[in-house]
């Protein structure tokens, strides 16, 4: 089923589902209601591992039962996490529920409706589209950090989550709107025996990429969940932090449009060799250095275009190496990956926090991250693309 519906009505998804002020300032929010940074840290490991226990379980659903049913019933769970939200007071156990049933939600939601996306598209358009979504995320970012950081320092954290709530039920009509393709049903004999065995160079392949996302998890998403509150500590408000983030956004999502013409001048075993190694390089001074806070988000967008420029290739190489009949789990388990990288930093950070500063932390989780890039990079050099 090739459908330029799907295709349409899926980059409207991506904008809508990352039209998300909370996630930009949840950090912060967290922290303004009194919980510390301990406490902070122990919130998104929560978070991390309840998708953790739960991706594969609820990607057996999404494969099982279909695609669509497993975003809707996804994307109410998240509607209900963001109503509890607005109930939210300085008790810690308020923001462990939100939290588990916003994980919960997710799990339901990722590879799920990607699938219905890849399940549309021909494979050699895979990274032309990739370069487009990863613009429509990054603006949505963008768009909701500029709203957040007005609409916060002004009116308040309630008119915000109001928002996202809005921007989540019309994500939800994006789904409905979506066409599923029916598979036939594959008997487990098959399935364990047949569909599941890859050739040994797509076995590595796909490892080195899992092995990526796993590091960058275990220090991008502290960075990213942590980030505002990281700038709050040099004296910047909160339309400020908006601003920046914002700017961040769209200056990197501008340069994934340069993915396919880089292409044409590197190969793709080199961008997956070097670039995510770069990334990570470029991003320690931007903690580890008592350098002026405007070198901050300079360094940032630097990481991001960096990101920008490798990551629809790593996104084409993962999808085309899936098979639909096992897809949203193939995809479930790049997130378990992702959240096993983000228990462990936040694991990490929730006892480092009474220790070190936050700066040093992350520092710390980079480091470790460059190191096991590396070794991805090594499998991915003897790997045949």
Request: glycine residues 4%; aromatic residues 14%.
């Amino acid at each position: 089923m090739k459908t330029k519906k799907n295709i349409k009505f899926y980059m409207l998804f991506v904008f809508f589902s990352n039209l998300n002020i909370m996630s930009s300032f949840l950090s912060l929010y967290l922290s303004d209601i009194g919980l510390s940074l301990s406490l902070v840290s122990s919130v998104f490991l929560l978070y991390q591992a309840t998708k953790f226990l739960l991706e594969v379980p609820t990607g057996y659903v999404a494969d099982r039962y279909g695609r669509k049913f497993s975003g809707i019933l996804g994307m109410i769970l998240m509607i209900l996490s963001y109503l509890l939200l607005l109930t939210m007071n300085n008790q810690a156990i308020t923001a462990y529920i939100f939290v588990f049933i916003q994980a919960l939600g997710y799990t339901f939601i990722s590879g799920s409706v990607e699938s219905l996306f890849v399940d549309s598209i021909d494979n050699e358009l895979l990274v032309h589209w990739n370069a487009v979504e990863r613009i429509i995320f990054y603006f949505a970012l963008a768009l909701s950090s500029v709203m957040g950081g007005i609409v916060i320092h002004n009116l308040g954290y309630s008119l915000a989550i109001c928002i996202d709530i809005f921007a989540l039920f019309v994500t939800t009509c994006t789904i409905l709107l979506m066409k599923e393709k029916k598979t036939e049903n594959i008997s487990p004999k098959k399935e364990k025996g047949q569909r599941y065995k890859l050739p040994v160079n797509q076995r590595n392949i796909l490892f080195a990429l899992y092995l990526i996302d796993f590091a960058k998890a275990f220090s991008y998403v502290g960075v990213q969940d942590l980030y505002a509150l990281y700038l709050q500590q040099f004296g910047l408000t909160s339309n400020i932090i908006g601003i920046i983030i914002a700017f961040q956004f769209v200056i990197s999502s501008l340069f994934g449009l340069l993915t396919p013409n880089l292409q044409k001048y590197m190969r793709n075993e080199t961008l997956l060799y070097v670039l995510p190694a770069i990334q990570v390089i470029i991003t320690i001074p931007a903690y580890a250095l008592n350098i002026n806070v405007w070198i901050v988000p300079f360094l940032y967008i630097l990481q991001s275009i960096i990101f920008s420029l490798y990551a629809p290739v790593k996104y084409q190489l993962f999808q085309k190496n899936l098979d639909t009949s096992f897809r949203a789990r193939a995809l479930s388990f790049q997130s378990i990956m992702i959240s096993m990288g983000s228990i462990l930093f936040y694991g990490f950070s929730s006892i480092a926090g009474r220790y070190l500063a936050l700066s040093h932390t992350v520092t710390i989780a980079l480091v470790i991250t460059l190191l096991l890039i590396l070794v991805s990079s090594g499998i991915l050099s003897k790997s045949d693309f």
